[in-house]
């Protein structure tokens, strides 16, 4: 079975900060990962994939994450926060050798981004 | 915009009463995936179709049921609610069942008084 444990479901930063928000993951197969953002009242919204190929995966709105195998971890970056950025995070795992591949969520991270 | 649409946005209703949720993915995928969302349990897989057929079920209860329609859309229907069964329910897809990126819709929260 996979399960993803993200850490800090709180995390504070400072407008222009680096972001890092933690996630590891526990999978029997080979994962896929991801990360999706939930902003207020709305849907989630697919930031970045990692589907075995580049370890460092680049999403959109300058966050990025590196798969570290040794690690079991996909942690996500960027290196300077925008208020905008404020938002509910969730780390999600995907893996089967059945064909389907429903995705395992963490808990989620709340960033918050002061000024 | 995901390209995914649910319908509607809200629902209210009571306790023992039966709701349709619906769904229609995004141009081209042919898979369906729901998930719950509630402050306890977090996102939780319910159920997933592919072009028609159900593929893999999660943590749906009994009184949960859904479908796969000829043009794609999906129902998720929910009966004999409960307190604890007001929650955000997203549907999500994907171009077919061995794709892992999944796009979600916006959502539809339910509230059972």
């Known amino acids: 079975a996979q399960s993803v444990t993200q850490l800090g479901s709180h995390v504070s930063v400072s407008e222009g900060a680096l972001v890092l928000l933690r996630c590891n993951y526990s999978?029997?197969?080979?994962?896929?990962l991801f990360w999706y953002v939930q902003y207020p009242n709305q849907g989630l919204q697919l930031l970045l994939k990692y589907t075995s190929a580049a370890t460092l995966v680049k999403g959109i709105n300058g966050f990025e994450a590196e798969f570290k195998k040794s690690e079991t971890s996909f942690h996500l970056t960027k290196p300077s926060a925008h208020m905008s950025d404020a938002a509910e995070y969730f780390c999600a795992v995907s893996a089967s050798n059945t064909g389907f591949q429903k995705l395992v969520f963490g808990t989620g991270t709340r960033l918050l981004v002061s000024p | 915009d995901s390209g995914v649409t649910q319908t509607p946005k809200h629902l209210i209703t009571a306790t023992g009463q039966r709701v349709t949720l619906r769904c229609s993915p995004r141009s081209g995928d042919l898979s369906v995936y729901w998930y719950q969302q509630s402050l306890d349990q977090g996102l939780q897989f319910l159920i997933q179709?592919?072009?028609?057929?159900?593929?893999a079920k999660g943590n749906i209860l009994e009184r949960f049921s859904a479908q796969q329609f000829p043009d794609l859309h999906s129902e998720l229907n929910l009966s004999s609610l409960e307190l604890g069964d007001s929650a955000l329910y997203f549907c999500?897809?994907?171009?077919?069942?061995?794709?892992?990126?999944?796009?979600f819709g916006p959502g539809t929260r339910l509230t059972v008084l």
């Open positions: 179709y592919y072009n028609g057929e159900e593929r």
């Open positions: 999978s029997s197969v080979p994962p896929y």
């Open positions: 999500a897809s994907s171009v077919n069942e061995r794709t892992p990126a999944q796009y």
